[in-house]
């Protein structure tokens, strides 16, 4: 069941799940098929699995490989948006881990981002080739699909989870985390947290066709911020960002059963 209402509502279109760190595998997910895809681009990060989930069909794609092993700047974001959009995907949720800039996102926050900087480099952003017929120009105004992003946060409202609603995303390139001076930069330019995955994969999903939105969860707060001001310890929050992604994924539970409801 894909848990449709209409034709009219964008809840029965097919949805996907890219997980990343922290959330590598799907232990609420009943797995009915794995598949291993190439793709014009190459293989995607990790097979591709589909499954039920309260009852929804939905797909599944570890980002960083199974197991976790591949850096984010070597992800082969091509691959993987292409497989999804391959297999009839057509809505993405995104879960992200993320530093936290913003006083206001401590470790365990989960946001949905609605704004995007991109400070990325030497990846392959894009499947306009030189080959292309014509030059391809994508709107990029609102990086996150409002619709998706609508759903989300009404399905936190129904779970009664807090999330933050809003909030910029800074695509850093890694795998280094950042300097305190560059977390400086970033807030200056209006980031409120920062990740290094949400760029290509945003816009080639936008390219692709696909609905894309993210649940980030702040994992520590960002180099020179709050418990980080003199380093990033990367475990001293691993309690608090293990509660924040558990929240996250009773969201995408929510949004599931909200999709169920009205099959």
Same mark, same amino acid.
């Given at each position: 069941?894909?848990?449709?209402?209409?034709?009219?509502?964008?809840?029965?279109?097919?949805?996907?799940?890219?997980?990343?760190?922290?959330?590598?595998?799907?232990?609420?997910?009943?797995?009915?098929?794995?598949?291993?895809?190439?793709?014009?681009?190459?293989?995607?990060?990790?097979?591709?699995?589909?499954?039920?989930?309260?009852?929804?069909?939905?797909?599944?794609?570890?980002?960083?490989?199974?197991?976790?092993?591949?850096?984010?700047?070597?992800?082969?974001?091509?691959?993987?948006?292409?497989?999804?959009?391959?297999?009839?995907?057509?809505?993405?949720?995104?879960?992200?881990?993320?530093?936290?800039?913003?006083?206001?996102?401590?470790?365990?926050?989960?946001?949905?981002?609605?704004?995007?900087?991109?400070?990325?480099?030497?990846?392959?952003?894009?499947?306009?080739?030189?080959?292309?017929?014509?030059?391809?120009?994508?709107?990029?105004?609102?990086?996150?699909?409002?619709?998706?992003?609508?759903?989300?946060?009404?399905?936190?409202?129904?779970?009664?989870?807090?999330?933050?609603?809003?909030?910029?995303?800074?695509?850093?390139?890694?795998?280094?985390?950042?300097?305190?001076?560059?977390?400086?930069?970033?807030?200056? #330019?209006? $980031?409120?947290?920062?990740?290094? @995955? +949400? %760029?290509?994969? !945003?816009?080639?999903?936008?390219? /692709?066709? &696909?609905?894309?939105?993210?649940?980030?969860?702040?994992?520590?707060?960002?180099?020179?911020?709050?418990?980080?001001?003199?380093?990033?310890?990367? #475990?001293? $929050?691993?309690?608090?960002?293990? @509660? +924040? %992604?558990?929240? !996250?994924?009773?969201?995408?539970? /929510?949004? &599931?059963?909200?999709?169920?409801?009205?099959?």
């Amino acid at each position: 069941m894909r848990c449709a209402r209409s034709t009219a509502d964008d809840r029965h279109l097919m949805l996907a799940v890219i997980g990343g760190s922290g959330f590598n595998r799907w232990d609420a997910l009943q797995i009915t098929d794995r598949l291993d895809l190439v793709t014009t681009y190459g293989a995607p990060s990790a097979p591709l699995v589909r499954g039920l989930a309260t009852g929804c069909e939905v797909w599944f794609l570890a980002r960083h490989g199974e197991p976790h092993r591949i850096a984010p700047h070597l992800i082969n974001y091509r691959a993987n948006i292409a497989a999804l959009r391959d297999v009839g995907v057509r809505q993405v949720v995104a879960f992200a881990s993320v530093g936290g800039i913003a006083a206001s996102l401590p470790a365990g926050s989960v946001i949905v981002p609605d704004g995007m900087l991109d400070y990325t480099h030497s990846r392959e952003h894009t499947f306009v080739d030189a080959d292309a017929d014509a030059v391809t120009h994508i709107d990029f105004t609102h990086p996150f699909d409002p619709g998706l992003r609508g759903h989300l946060l009404a399905a936190a409202a129904a779970a009664g989870i807090a999330v933050r609603d809003g909030g910029t995303y800074a695509a850093t390139q890694g795998p280094r985390l950042e300097s305190a001076a560059e977390i400086r930069r970033l807030e200056r #330019d209006g $980031a409120d947290i920062v990740g290094m @995955t +949400g %760029m290509p994969e !945003a816009a080639l999903a936008r390219e /692709a066709g &696909l609905a894309y939105a993210m649940l980030a969860v702040v994992a520590n707060d960002a180099a020179g911020k709050g418990d980080s001001a003199a380093a990033v310890a990367l #475990d001293a $929050a691993q309690a608090a960002f293990d @509660t +924040g %992604m558990a929240r !996250a994924r009773e969201v995408l539970l /929510a949004l &599931l059963r909200a999709r169920e409801g009205h099959g």
